[in-house]
């Protein structure tokens, strides 16, 4: 049975009484799937050295418990940067769940525009990556099949991404391989094999003859960002 993320992240929740008392803002919990009860956010009013160094001395605590250590922000400094980490805080803002405090989101929202251009950076930078660690592997066929496996949950996150920015559902999985093909015109075959690879799911797919394939997918998906707009 998986434990509620309130559970799971009271060492967290604990220390962050502790050391930030009547600072301390918020508490939230996210992530997909088993990651939500390990990852969180801690909002506070202000955060000084002296705090870094009470949270630090709880961190081994933490890790012992089986969570991350958490995400700590002032409360305005996180609202100022929105615009700066759409895609890493839209993630948090869209899968969260508040486990102390009131709910921290409440009316916030994430400016399409700021997550196209940043989803488009991100993409591109992967398609680079691509063709530059291939060249960097000499084309040996072990090489480019370890490419093609470590850079699978690379795309299935741009994939989860995109189709939020859309508005497409991003749970389960395969809402989010029906997006890529329908909205994004993305090959259902490549679509599948790269996610089958993010999940170490290796039967049937071969990493190395996938590299054309996935570099051709991975273009596609850069251009379809760089066109987006709202339906």
Do not use: C, K
């Not at 916030?108 to 993409?123: G, K, P, Q, S, V």
């Not at 799911?201 to 709202?230: H, I, K, M």
């Amino acid at each position: 049975m998986d434990v509620a993320p309130r559970v799971q992240l009271t060492p967290v929740i604990t220390a962050a009484e502790r050391i930030f008392g009547a600072r301390l803002e918020a508490v939230v919990a996210y992530g997909h799937g088993a990651q939500a009860g390990r990852h969180s956010l801690v909002l506070v009013q202000s955060l000084t050295l002296d705090d870094l160094i009470a949270l630090a001395a709880a961190a081994p605590s933490w890790h012992a418990a089986g969570v991350a250590t958490p995400l700590v922000l002032p409360r305005a400094e996180f609202t100022r940067s929105l615009d700066a980490f759409p895609l890493e805080y839209g993630d948090i803002i869209d899968t969260h769940e508040a486990v102390h405090g009131a709910d921290p989101f409440a009316g916030i929202r994430i400016d399409a525009a700021d997550t196209r251009r940043a989803l488009e950076m991100r993409a591109a930078s992967h398609l680079l990556h691509l063709r530059e660690n291939y060249v960097e592997s000499a084309g040996a066929p072990a090489a480019v099949a370890a490419l093609v496996h470590s850079a699978a949950p690379v795309f299935e996150d741009l994939l989860r991404q995109a189709a939020r920015l859309d508005g497409a559902a991003v749970e389960p999985l395969r809402a989010v391989a029906t997006w890529a093909t329908e909205r994004a015109g993305l090959d259902p075959r490549v679509v599948g094999d790269i996610l089958a690879l993010a999940a170490n799911d290796t039967s049937g797919v071969d990493a190395a003859r996938l590299f054309p394939s996935y570099l051709d997918t991975a273009a596609a998906l850069v251009r379809f960002l760089d066109q987006w707009s709202a339906s």
